[in-house]
């Protein structure tokens, strides 16, 4: 067993020495060996890869090296001198050169065109000019003279031969035309016979007619002009029509109101005087009776009440004892509950004595023997029915024992015909 590890050993060394293991004059282990068989093994790829550098390496020197042989010869071409060593400013130095030549030799070709064309256009102006100046000389050698200006005097002369000569002709026709004659010969013969003056004087009686007319015409075209316009302004439509239509709706509505109108106001007239003469008729007896009761309730101090007229109504005029007057509206608070309840008296004894008393309620909770009456009894009361002089006693017992309540509603006031309600209880 020894002598088989001896000779392996032995082996082993020898195997070493026999390649790159064996440089170092040591004998590597087994685990050093495998190791570095291992890293051999992933070495392949790696030296492939640097190979692959190695060679892309050396083709882009190959090329630097190409285009640098390439740009100093495009910069020795085009007389550029390179002032360093940098082949990168020189290659911009050329790219700006050939940038700079192809704009020079773009406008260069613009300029050989323009000049092509303007060269055309000379040929044919001098072809134009050869053919005005012959056309001058022609007509120089007609006019015979020596400038275009005097040809274009004579040119003026031509134009205003020939208008006259125009207006020669139109002048010929029209006399020819005027006196119904074939030749102009004809009418000379004919105006020889005339006489100047008497023509001269019809010529000048014609011209002052014919400025009349001409006024005349001026005249009735302006109202031929404003009519126009004024059909225009109407249209063509049937405005003409809902105009008309509305006309006549206006005055069927015009008449219809003037009509309720005219009934109104008759009503009103006659609902005055039928007013006017019931007022009339019954004022007398219902004054008396209300001055009567206005008396006696304001205990003698207004004698009194009269009415007056003002502005289309009448305003009621308390006359006191002592001769003065007052209108309704000047009277004190009290004084007016006095004189509207007077009125109330006077005005249902008239209603009482015209028609059927009114019932009186016996389901009140105020009892007349339970209030004291008034220190004076009312003589004219004495004449009325029973149940009107229950009523008024039971208005005149609220009176004296709940002036409070009064004072708690609304104030009326007495003017103009109109007497406020009475507040209920």
Same mark, same amino acid.
């Given at each position: 067993?020894?002598?088989?590890?001896?000779?392996?050993?032995?082996?082993?060394?020898?195997?070493?020495?026999?390649?790159?293991?064996?440089?170092?004059?040591?004998?590597?282990?087994?685990?050093?060996?495998?190791?570095?068989?291992?890293?051999?093994?992933?070495?392949?790829?790696?030296?492939?890869?640097?190979?692959?550098?190695?060679?892309?390496?050396?083709?882009? =020197?190959?090329?630097?090296?190409?285009?640098? !042989?390439?740009? /100093?010869? *495009?910069? %020795?071409?085009?007389?550029? @001198?390179? +002032?360093?060593?940098?082949?990168?400013?020189?290659?911009?130095?050329?790219?700006?050169?050939?940038?700079?030549?192809?704009?020079?030799?773009?406008?260069?070709?613009?300029?050989?065109?323009?000049?092509?064309?303007?060269?055309?256009?000379?040929?044919?102006?001098?072809?134009?000019?050869?053919?005005?100046?012959?056309?001058?000389?022609?007509?120089?050698?007609?006019?015979?003279?020596?400038?275009?200006?005097?040809?274009?005097?004579?040119?003026?002369?031509?134009?205003?031969?020939? =208008?006259?000569?125009?207006?020669?002709?139109? !002048?010929?026709? /029209?006399? *020819?035309? %005027?006196?119904?004659?074939? @030749?102009? +010969?004809?009418?000379?013969?004919?105006?020889?016979?005339?006489?100047?003056?008497?023509?001269?004087?019809?010529?000048?009686?014609?011209?002052?007619?014919?400025?009349?007319?001409?006024?005349?015409?001026?005249?009735?075209?302006?109202?031929?002009?404003?009519?126009?316009?004024?059909?225009?302004?109407?249209?063509?439509?049937?405005?003409?029509?809902?105009?008309?239509?509305?006309?006549?709706?206006?005055?069927?509505?015009?008449?219809?109101?003037?009509?309720?109108?005219?009934?109104?106001?008759?009503?009103?007239?006659?609902?005055?005087?039928?007013?006017?003469?019931?007022?009339?008729?019954?004022?007398?007896?219902?004054?008396?009776?209300?001055?009567?009761?206005?008396?006696?309730?304001?205990?003698?101090?207004?004698?009194?009440?009269?009415?007056?007229?003002?502005?289309?109504?009448?305003?009621?005029?308390?006359?006191?004892?002592?001769?003065?007057?007052?209108?309704?509206?000047?009277?004190?608070?009290?004084?007016?509950?006095?004189?509207?309840?007077?009125?109330?008296?006077?005005?249902?004894?008239?209603?009482?004595?015209?028609?059927?008393?009114?019932?009186?309620?016996?389901?009140?909770?105020?009892?007349?023997?339970?209030?004291?009456?008034?220190?004076?009894?009312?003589?004219?009361?004495?004449?009325?029915?029973?149940?009107?002089?229950?009523?008024?006693?039971?208005?005149?017992?609220?009176?004296?024992?709940?002036?409070?309540?009064?004072?708690?509603?609304?104030?009326?006031?007495?003017?103009?015909?109109?007497?406020?309600?009475?507040?209920?209880?």
């Amino acid at each position: 067993m020894r002598a088989t590890e001896c000779a392996w050993s032995a082996a082993w060394r020898q195997a070493c020495a026999a390649c790159w293991l064996g440089e170092n004059e040591s004998q590597p282990t087994i685990a050093t060996v495998r190791e570095t068989l291992e890293a051999l093994a992933e070495l392949g790829p790696e030296l492939e890869r640097m190979a692959g550098l190695t060679d892309r390496i050396s083709k882009m =020197e190959r090329d630097q090296i190409q285009f640098r !042989a390439e740009t /100093e010869t *495009l910069a %020795a071409a085009m007389g550029l @001198t390179p +002032e360093t060593s940098d082949v990168l400013a020189l290659c911009h130095a050329v790219v700006s050169g050939i940038a700079d030549a192809t704009k020079t030799l773009e406008r260069r070709q613009d300029a050989e065109a323009a000049l092509l064309a303007e060269r055309d256009e000379a040929c044919e102006l001098a072809g134009q000019l050869a053919q005005v100046q012959a056309q001058a000389k022609r007509m120089m050698d007609v006019f015979k003279v020596d400038s275009l200006t005097e040809v274009d005097m004579c040119l003026r002369h031509v134009a205003r031969r020939s =208008e006259l000569m125009a207006r020669l002709t139109e !002048a010929r026709d /029209e006399m *020819l035309k %005027a006196i119904a004659l074939e @030749t102009f +010969e004809e009418a000379e013969a004919i105006l020889d016979t005339l006489d100047r003056a008497a023509l001269e004087a019809e010529l000048s009686e014609r011209k002052s007619h014919s400025d009349n007319e001409d006024e005349r015409t001026r005249d009735l075209f302006t109202a031929k002009t404003k009519a126009d316009d004024r059909i225009a302004a109407v249209g063509g439509d049937a405005a003409v029509a809902l105009i008309d239509a509305t006309r006549r709706t206006v005055l069927l509505t015009i008449e219809d109101r003037a009509r309720a109108y005219l009934r109104l106001k008759l009503g009103t007239a006659a609902a005055e005087s039928a007013l006017q003469v019931y007022r009339d008729r019954h004022r007398s007896s219902m004054m008396a009776r209300a001055s009567e009761a206005f008396s006696l309730i304001s205990r003698g101090a207004y004698a009194e009440l009269v009415t007056h007229p003002s502005n289309g109504s009448e305003l009621l005029i308390a006359k006191a004892a002592d001769g003065s007057s007052k209108i309704a509206s000047e009277l004190s608070k009290g004084t007016r509950f006095q004189l509207y309840l007077a009125l109330r008296v006077a005005g249902y004894h008239e209603f009482a004595r015209s028609h059927t008393p009114a019932p009186s309620s016996r389901t009140t909770s105020w009892r007349p023997s339970t209030i004291s009456a008034p220190r004076r009894p009312s003589g004219c009361c004495l004449e009325w029915p029973r149940k009107v002089r229950s009523y008024i006693s039971l208005i005149i017992a609220i009176s004296v024992r709940l002036p409070g309540l009064w004072r708690r509603r609304r104030s009326f006031t007495i003017s103009d015909r109109r007497y406020a309600s009475l507040p209920k209880a």
